[in-house]
């Protein structure tokens, strides 16, 4: 579902490659996305996680495989 089916080959085949980089089966990628929507939080320790795992690699480049994340937090 959260999946991004419909990214041109190459960035699809980044974006597998950044799961397996976090050792993470696309199946439990839906699974994680659940329960992120489900969790309130402190906007400063999501901005230290979001940092320490590089999510910015995704959601902040000029290559973006995710959505920019500017003004999701709660």
């Known amino acids: 579902q959260y999946l991004p089916t419909q990214l041109p080959e190459p960035q699809k085949q980044e974006f597998r490659e950044l799961l397996e980089a976090a050792a993470i ?7 994680l996305v659940e329960q992120a929507l489900q969790v309130s939080g402190v906007a400063s320790r999501g901005q230290s996680i979001y940092n320490q795992l590089k999510c910015y690699q995704c959601h902040a480049s000029n ?3 995710g959505p920019a994340l500017t003004g999701v937090t709660k």
């Open 25 to 31: 089966e696309p199946r439990q990628w839906d699974q």
């Open 63 to 65: 290559t973006a495989l």
